[in-house]
């Protein structure tokens, strides 16, 4: 059984980074084709793609986001964490991590990170 | 970055089919691996299609997809109550990221 758990604050500042971690069992992101993404979703609007790590540690980023996103993995924790730089209140938004091949065939609960002062 | 075009909504009464059109608007044309989503509130979402038609197992066939073009289409027959919910499709790109649309929000009347 595929399982993957969000984890973080729930809050931060504005200008704050932000530290995800995924925590996910019953694949190995040692496996060929297998990845994880992260999506994230505000309040009452649509979902956004952010990051993703593949199973070669190839990484890939939201055109729109890349300077603020870095996404990494630690295959013996079975651990995928995205740090995004300087916070905002637009980036107040449910974050998901996915199991990604051909689609998102996985997902967290997602987390709420809301961003104030 | 390319971006995906839906319906913000629509709606369809017990029994009755509905579809969802998803049209891509990458200007290098890239529209593959398309994959849809139901997310009920407060759930996260969950894959109903991938790869353009295939379902995961246990999404009954009441769920089926089309594709033409730039364009791919869900259809929901035999409409049930439960279906009510938000739908998204997705696409890989190019550039080997992905991109969602901006959701249809479906109302069983």
């Known amino acids: 059984q595929v399982t993957l758990r969000e984890s973080g604050p729930a809050l931060v500042k504005p200008t704050q980074t932000l530290t995800l971690t995924c925590t996910f069992s019953?694949?190995?992101?040692?496996?060929?084709?297998?990845?994880v993404s992260w999506i994230r979703q505000p309040p009452g609007k649509a979902l956004e793609w952010l990051a993703r790590?593949?199973?070669?540690?190839?990484?890939y980023y939201s055109t729109s986001l890349r300077t603020r996103l870095t996404i990494s993995k630690d295959t013996s924790k079975n651990q995928v964490v995205l740090t995004m730089t300087d916070m905002d209140p637009v980036d107040t938004a449910t974050y998901y991590c996915?199991?990604?091949?051909?689609?998102?065939?996985?997902w967290g609960q997602g987390t709420l990170v809301t961003v104030s002062s | 970055q390319s971006a995906l075009t839906q319906p913000a909504s629509v709606s369809g009464s017990p029994g009755q089919s509905i579809t969802i059109s998803c049209t891509g608007t990458?200007?290098?044309?890239?529209?593959?691996?398309v994959s849809w989503y139901q997310q009920h509130p407060g759930k996260a979402p969950k894959l109903l299609i991938y790869?353009?038609?295939k379902r995961p197992s246990g999404v009954p066939d009441r769920f089926s997809v089309s594709k033409s073009g730039n364009t791919a289409s869900l259809t929901i027959s035999g409409l049930q109550a439960e279906d009510e919910a938000d739908y998204y499709c997705?696409?890989?790109?190019?550039?080997?990221?992905?991109?969602f649309g901006g959701g249809t929000r479906l109302t069983v009347l």
């Open positions: 996915a199991r990604c091949s051909y689609g998102f065939d996985s």
């Open positions: 997705s696409s890989y790109t190019s550039s080997s990221t992905w991109v």
């Open positions: 790869d353009v038609t």
């Open positions: 019953g694949f190995s992101l040692t496996t060929s084709g297998m990845c």
């Open positions: 990458s200007s290098d044309g890239y529209f593959k691996f």
């Open positions: 790590v593949d199973w070669d540690d190839d990484k």
